[in-house]
Nanobody
C-alpha cells in the first residue's frame, strides 16, 4: 500500500522556522514528482511547491518564494519543506502528495496519493 506520513508541524511564532517531512513507502519514490499543498480554514487547498524527479523545483505561491524550500532525499524516500520567516498567513494544514508522473503540477487532480496533513500554526 502507498503511504505518505507527514510530520513536523506545530505552533511557531511569527518569524520562526519549521521543517516538514513526508516519508513515503509503497511506490517507486524517485520516479515521481512530489508536492506540498496547504489548506487554511475556510479556503481551498492550494499548491505551495513541488519537486520533479530531476530535482528541479517550482514554487506555486508567490508569498512563499524566498522563504520556503522544497527538497527530496530519494535514499530515504522523504520530501521536505523548509519554512523560514513564517507569517500568520502561513497557518494551514500542510499536505504532501505524489504526482501521477515525474513532473510538477499545481492542479491537485494530477496527484495520486496524499498524506494525512500536518497542522502549522503561526501565532504569537
Amino acid at each position: 500500500d502507498v503511504q505518505l506520513q507527514a510530520s513536523g508541524g506545530g505552533l511557531v511564532q511569527p518569524g520562526g522556522s519549521l521543517r516538514l517531512s513526508c516519508a513515503a513507502s509503497g511506490f517507486t519514490f524517485d520516479d515521481r514528482g512530489l508536492g506540498w499543498f496547504r489548506q487554511a480554514p475556510g479556503k481551498e487547498r492550494e499548491g505551495v511547491a513541488c519537486i520533479r524527479r530531476s530535482g528541479s523545483t517550482t514554487y506555486f505561491a508567490d508569498s512563499v518564494k524566498g522563504r520556503f524550500t522544497i527538497s527530496r532525499d530519494n535514499a530515504k524516500s522523504t520530501v521536505y519543506l523548509q519554512m523560514n520567516s513564517l507569517k500568520p498567513e502561513d497557518t494551514a494544514v500542510y499536505y504532501c502528495a505524489t504526482a501521477s508522473d515525474r513532473m510538477c503540477y499545481s492542479n491537485t487532480r494530477r496527484y495520486d496519493y496524499w498524506g494525512q496533513g500536518t497542522l502549522v500554526t503561526v501565532s504569537s
